[in-house]
């Protein structure tokens, strides 16, 4: 599936809200999203996938407004998408400290190196 334009981007509206008809329509489509995020991530790019993730709970909000209420499904895509910002929160801690750390050893290499050639 292509991605949306804007998948970057602060929600903005759900297009297919019209198309979702029912909860078990909104499980596959919230699926769909939660691939993306996965493709995200895969692709290198964690902080894409926790927006990404946070997308999709938007639109979770959204659909829930505009399906009927009480449903158990929704509860569990609900809980399946907080566990994914949660696992991909700390995804992205983890990328943080991986360019943390490259980043020091990259100035202390600098360091070292023109204290080499000032000497």
Do not use: C, K
Request: charged fraction near 25%; aromatic fraction near 8%.
């Amino acid at each position: 599936m292509q991605l949306p334009p804007d998948a970057y981007a602060a929600p903005h509206g759900l297009a297919y809200a019209s198309q979702v008809a029912n909860w078990t329509d909104a499980e596959e489509q919230i699926g769909e999203y939660l691939g993306e995020v996965a493709a995200f991530a895969s692709g290198g790019d964690p902080p894409g996938a926790l927006a990404r993730a946070h997308w999709i709970r938007a639109e979770l909000s959204r659909l829930a407004d505009e399906l009927p209420p009480n449903e158990p499904l929704f509860e569990e895509l609900r809980a399946t998408v907080e566990q994914t910002i949660e696992a991909y929160r700390d995804l992205l801690r983890e990328w943080q400290d991986q360019n943390e750390s490259r980043h020091a050893a990259y100035l202390e290499r600098e360091r070292a190196a023109i204290e080499r050639t000032s000497s």
